[in-house]
């Protein structure tokens, strides 16, 4: 069974910052996922990243598949995005359906 | 409507009750997932179903039983429950891949549920 960390667990910064979370797991994966969940509990998907880099708008997401690591990265952060983001890894499977392993997330707080 | 809707939104049960969880996906899905987050504890995977087929149960007790009569609908039946079952219930569908592996998750808002 796959392990996977996050850190930080908790991260407070200053409107306009940038920011990083980092997420690290234990064994080969299909894919990792970057889950924001807001308060009142409904999560949305943000990456998902099999190799390389993606970005969208001011969230950039990368991942190094040799070292099992994961970077969430946020330009210019805004008090909207505070959130809690969850970092979940899939594993091969054989029938494409793959139940998620999480991290247990970082909660985000970014001050005007 | 649209994507992943879950109800009820919020339940309150007792031990001895016997209620259903209901998940339906509008995105023309053919996988799907319950999970289950408790306090302070991290997301955790429950079942699996793909092309209505029961593919993972992740050691869940007997006392949670899935059903998915077809690949837009999913149902979680729950009786004796204990009040360490309380937790929010959260539902997701995906696009299985051919290739194999997963693809992107699209969640329902939850079922919070109490048990007394």
């Known amino acids: 069974k796959n392990e996977v960390e996050q850190s930080p667990q908790n991260l407070t910064a200053q409107e306009g910052e940038f920011i990083t979370i980092n997420c690290s797991y234990s064994?080969?994966?299909?894919?990792l996922h970057w889950l924001q969940q807001h308060p009142g509990g409904g999560i949305v998907s943000l990456f998902m990243?099999?190799?390389g880099k993606k970005k969208h708008g001011r969230l950039i997401a990368t991942i190094n598949i040799q070292e099992k690591h994961s970077s969430l990265h946020i330009t210019a952060s805004h008090p909207r995005d505070s959130a809690v983001y969850i970092c979940?890894?899939?594993?091969?499977?054989?029938?494409?359906?793959?139940?998620?392993?999480f991290g247990k997330g970082t909660h985000l707080i970014i001050q005007p | 409507e649209t994507g992943v809707t879950q109800t009820p939104r919020h339940l309150v049960m007792g031990m001895t009750n016997k209620k259903s969880l209901k998940c339906e996906q509008h995105?023309?899905?053919?996988?799907m997932y319950w999970y289950k987050q408790s306090a302070k504890k991290p997301l955790e995977l429950m079942f699996v179903?793909?092309?209505?087929?029961?593919?993972e149960n992740n050691s869940v007790p007997s006392r949670f039983s899935p059903e998915c009569p077809n690949s837009s609908h999913l149902f979680l039946h729950l009786h004796t429950l204990q009040p360490e079952d309380s937790a929010l219930y959260l539902c997701?569908?995906?696009?299985?891949?051919?290739?194999?592996?997963?693809?992107?998750?699209?969640f329902g808002p939850g079922t919070r549920l109490t048990v007394l």
């Open positions: 064994v080969g994966i299909s894919a």
């Open positions: 995105l023309g899905h053919n996988a």
């Open positions: 997701a569908s995906s696009q299985p891949r051919t290739s194999g592996g997963a693809d992107e998750q699209f």
């Open positions: 990243l099999s190799s």
């Open positions: 979940a890894v899939g594993q091969y499977s054989g029938g494409g359906a793959d139940g998620l392993t």
């Open positions: 179903y793909n092309f209505k087929e029961q593919t």
